[in-house]
């Protein structure tokens, strides 16, 4: 056959392939290609991705087509690389992604695959001793094996415990060499820390607790004393995985950390190698925050997961949950994202898991399969077969499945033997106490039942304790004519997508609990039950055992299409996918990241200059940071900032320096500024520079003549209405702008409201106004447009270096405020290095490396030292009430060769606080480091 086939797929012609390659793939698909044209989005790369994917799964079907001639060309070296593990033999060979052009080249599209390091606890293999130096592998069972054995488009290796205790080299050595061939590497747990943190921490706090089964409550004191110890185990344990990959990795892998039991592992990885690409998957649900909030390592379990690059799980409940325990409990913001912290943003999403179906699909072929069909059809002739395939676990709700059976036999008496419940429980963590009692539970409720409802010749429950082959289990999938799930809670739960995947020919019908995540995928077609509602399930089974046979048709119908589409295969490669292309954001996000402000070069530039000028925000920086999870009563009451007393000091001798002058420039009302900084040798720009004063003198006004204040008195109903509705939020009306506040507030709810309110003020009363609605951290704020702290600076230093009659220019400006981005062309009003617009005829002469103005309205810089009656030739003073306005024209004269500021490159500071983002040149972390910088500027004068 020839490999042009246009059905197939478009294979690469001369123009597609430069496409490709320009493109940067598929050989460095997963490198960052730094001369790309322009920056593709995120669903352009991620479609890109999948492009590519579908073009690759393409070849290589295409290739398998080939007449073996034709692959006999290929060069012999393309043909050793393996693959993931297939059903028996775990192994098998893989073969290169080839293809002829269009003028039948030969081209190798076999990118090399991309190395994939999973980790999980569970090898997907268990070892058995056979002797010193002597191992069995067996086959482990659960859906993270079966997940993961269907992924195969990557070089995979697999890091994980291999379920047994190997305390000599010997043993450890011929293990390790063993599970080699399987492309498997152990990590050796010894005894006492499986204990601890498989049986314990894992099985017994974690398992239940995100199943909403809670914290063991029996023994409660002996728990809580145990689970410190439980937990170091965890996190030695996870340190331990670490190692192993640490041992492994080779630069430019993804390294896939699966589940539960390895949530401390991003950290431990991120630690050694920030530059690992690390992505975490979590196989359970993850609850509701008010569940997590229980755990006591509740904090640093979250922390260490946001330290991967991508955190994923198989719903969108699970995910809003994760999301949520992190901005309840971490007070971090959530964004749709992801989790961002001082920058970092933790990518979070859903990525439903499913199963390799063409597996099973083409199992049912095989003659071992039809074989024990053919014996399962005879042994239960004449009966029909309800199937339950669980792990003998707690979540599965297996008691509550036989319960329901029981009512459905009591309240139809003319079923009773022509329908039987086949339950495979196959045992699980069998050493937690836990488990073993809920063997016995199911096991005396079979008894009762059997005994009940069982004749001479028949009973109606089939219970067994053990696990199948993958033959049997296909076998019984495909006979069987309805499956009971009614799992509490469940993950996913592969065995209902394993269960319609088998269904093609006898289309049975799927009973699924709404508790299991395969509810939100298969939920169309499956007849959705609350298996705790006995009653409900009762019932169900007796619809799904009449349902007529066009209906079974269209819901497995429905169903099929998902699970063949939604394979475990294309759940991997999209994760992967995603990974990469979120570790690709991160480096373009963080170049908007400024850099650490150098204290010690501030401090020094400082020390050698003559006439500095300090700009200080207030909120954010000069006060103590909002601990908005440590919210107490009492701080409901500060609503106003007050100025950290460990900065009163320092504040006071910066202010004293006769070379230095120190502006508070801030958002808030003239009021908050005097309470603050009356006492201090300063000037103050309150509502972002509409009004200032140095503290000897009173309130002038700085405000443009024409700013029009007529939209006030509707925004602020609108604010109103906003404030009575959500707990714990306020307003306050500002002369030049409006501001509501919810920092105190639920943060979902204030955030909801937030964006609601944005609504109401879009299609309202500023629809039409010249105005700017400035979305804070947890505040709106509305004000004009021609208000900002770069508008208005000129003014203000026209009137600082007038008022301070400055003989020497200004040659050191430190600017550094927690500023909304609006107010950030503060920064870049003193930039050296911004061109100039002031037009050539007025620019001053000025030495190559100093700046000159960027706009005609900074003329209040560029004024001549000793010229500054041309300043009073330009001010204009009116009086208003007890404010005194200030207005200063921008006909200036200038005259060559002086400026009142004279600041090289290397003596400007722009720093923002506590921000992601900024345009500011540098950044610190919080108000403690302002604490920090001040101290160290106010020692050297
Ligand atoms: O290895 P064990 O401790 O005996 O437990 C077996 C596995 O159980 C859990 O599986 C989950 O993963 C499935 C696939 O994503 C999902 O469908 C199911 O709902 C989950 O329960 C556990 O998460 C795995 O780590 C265990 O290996
Ligand atoms: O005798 C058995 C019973 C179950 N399974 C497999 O165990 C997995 C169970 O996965 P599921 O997601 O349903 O639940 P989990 O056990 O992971 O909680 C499925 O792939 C089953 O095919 C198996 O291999 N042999």
Redesign the pocket.
């Known amino acids: 056959m020839s490999i042009s086939s246009q059905e197939i797929c478009i294979l690469p012609n001369k123009n597609n392939l430069a496409l490709l390659q320009t493109n940067g793939m598929p050989g460095n698909l997963y490198n960052i290609c730094s001369n790309l044209p322009a920056t593709p989005t995120r669903l352009e790369r991620l479609l890109r991705d999948r492009e590519l994917r579908k073009y690759s799964k393409c070849l290589n079907d295409c290739e398998a087509e080939l007449p073996s001639s034709t692959q006999d060309c290929f060069s012999p070296d393309l043909e050793t690389s393996t693959c993931w593990f297939n059903d028996e033999e775990l192994l098998e060979p893989v073969s290169a992604s080839r293809s002829l052009n269009d003028d039948g080249e030969r081209l190798d599209f076999r990118a090399s695959k991309q190395r994939l390091l999973v980790v999980?606890?569970?090898l997907p293999v268990s070892a058995v001793r056979h002797g010193e130096d002597s191992w069995q592998l067996e086959m482990?069972?659960?859906?993270?094996?079966?997940?993961l054995l269907g992924v195969k488009e990557f070089d995979t290796r697999w890091i994980g415990w291999a379920g047994v205790n190997v305390p000599d080299e010997i043993g450890q050595k011929a293990l390790a060499k063993a599970l080699d061939e399987k492309r498997c590497i152990p990590v050796f747990l010894d005894e006492e820390v499986v204990h601890q943190y498989?049986n314990g921490y894992?099985?017994n706090i974690l398992w239940p607790l995100f199943h909403y089964i809670g914290l063991p409550q029996e023994d409660r004191l002996a728990t809580t004393r145990s689970f410190q110890s439980q937990f170091d185990a965890y996190k030695k344990a996870n340190q331990l995985f670490a190692d192993v990959v640490n041992e492994h990795y080779e630069e430019g892998d993804v390294v896939w950390c699966?589940?539960?039991?390895l949530m401390f592992l991003p950290k431990c990885l991120k630690e050694r190698n920030s530059k690992m690409k690390v992505g975490w998957f979590l196989?359970?649900p993850f609850p509701s925050s008010e569940i997590h909030r229980m755990l006591p390592s509740r904090l640093e379990l979250l922390r260490s997961v946001l330290a991967a690059d991508l955190v994923g799980f198989?719903t969108y409940d699970y995910a809003r949950h994760f999301v949520s325990a992190c901005t309840r409990i971490l007070g971090l913001e959530g964004t749709p994202e992801g989790v961002e912290d001082q920058g970092k943003l933790t990518r979070i999403a859903a990525f439903p898991?499913g199963i390799d179906s063409e597996r099973f699909i083409k199992a049912l072929e095989l003659p071992e399969v039809q074989d024990h069909m053919k014996v399962l059809k005879q042994r239960f002739a004449g009966r029909k077969v309800m199937l339950g395939v669980d792990?003998l676990?707690m979540?599965k709700g297996i008691p509550q499945k036989i319960l329901a059976f029981e009512k459905f036999l009591e309240e139809n008496p003319n079923w009773r033997n022509k329908v039987v419940l086949l339950q495979i429980a196959v045992p699980?963590?069998t050493d937690v106490p836990e488990y073993q009692k809920l063997t016995s539970q199911v096991h005396e409720i079979v008894g009762r039942i059997n005994g009940r409802f069982g004749s001479l010749t028949a009973v109606p429950i089939h219970h067994l304790d053990r696990s199948l082959d993958f033959h049997e289990l296909c076998a019984l999938y495909a006979v069987t004519d309805v499956a009971l799930v009614t799992?509490l809670r469940?993950?996913?739960?592969?065995v209902s997508y394993e269960y319609v995947a088998c269904q093609e020919s006898k289309k049975g019908v799927l009973i699924l609990s709404e508790f299991?995540?395969?509810a939100q995928s298969l939920g169309a077609g499956a007849i959705l039950v609350n298996p705790w509602n006995v009653t409900e399930v009762a019932s169900s089974i007796g619809y799904a055992l009449n349902m007529p046979a066009d209906e079974r048709e269209k819901r497995h119908h429905h169903n099929f299409k998902h699970v063949i589409s939604h394979t475990a295969q294309e759940w991997a490669a999209t994760f992967v996918s995603e990974l990469n292309v979120t570790i690709v954001e991160a480096q373009l996000r963080t170049r908007q990241i400024p850099p650490p402000l150098p204290i010690e070069v501030a401090v020094d530039r400082y020390s050698c200059s003559n006439n500095r000028l300090l700009i200080l925000g207030f909120n954010a920086t000069l006060t103590e940071p909002v601990d908005t999870l440590g919210r107490k009563d009492s701080q409901i009451n500060e609503w106003e900032p007050k100025l950290r007393p460990d900065l009163q000091e320092p504040l006071r001798k910066l202010c004293d320096d006769p070379k230095t002058t120190v502006l508070i420039l801030s958002g808030s009302a003239r009021n908050v500024l005097d309470d603050n900084f009356s006492d201090y040798n300063l000037w103050l720009a309150a509502e972002n520079g509409m009004f200032l004063r140095v503290t000897t003198g009173d309130w002038m006004t700085t405000m443009p003549e024409n700013l029009s204040m007529e939209w006030v008195d509707s925004v602020k109903n609108v604010f109103e209405y906003f404030t009575d509705r959500t707990p714990r939020s306020q307003f306050e009306v500002r002369e030049t702008s409006l501001i509501w506040n919810y920092k105190y507030s639920d943060v979902e709810f204030g955030r909801l409201q937030a964006r609601d309110l944005l609504q109401h003020l879009w299609t309202g009363p500023i629809s039409n106004a010249s105005l700017d609605v400035v979305q804070g951290r947890r505040s709106v704020e509305v004000r004009s447009v021609a208000v900002t702290k770069g508008a208005a600076i000129d003014r203000i230093l026209g009137e600082i270096v007038h008022n301070k009659g400055m003989k020497e220019p200004i040659d050191y400006v430190l600017c550094i405020g927690h500023f909304l981005t609006k107010d950030e062309d503060i920064y870049t009003f003193f930039e050296p290095e911004l061109p100039s617009e002031v037009p050539a005829s007025v620019r001053p002469q000025v030495p190559t490396q100093v700046r000159t103005s960027t706009a005609g309205s900074r003329a209040a810089l560029l004024l001549k030292r000793n010229s500054m009656s041309a300043v009073e030739q330009n001010k204009s003073y009116s009086i208003d009430g007890d404010t005194l306005h200030l207005m200063v024209t921008d006909r200036i004269s200038f005259q060559e060769g002086s400026s009142v500021l004279d600041l090289q490159a290397n003596d400007y500071f722009s720093c923002s606080v506590a921000r992601k983002r900024s345009n500011s040149r540098y950044r610190l972390q919080s108000s403690d480091e302002v604490v920090t910088l001040l101290r160290e500027l106010a020692d050297h004068r």
């Open positions: 999980a606890n569970r482990s069972v659960g859906g993270l094996v079966t997940a498989y894992c099985n699966h589940d539960y039991h196989h359970t198989h898991v792990r676990d979540i699980t963590r799992s469940d993950g996913m739960n592969l299991a995540g395969a």
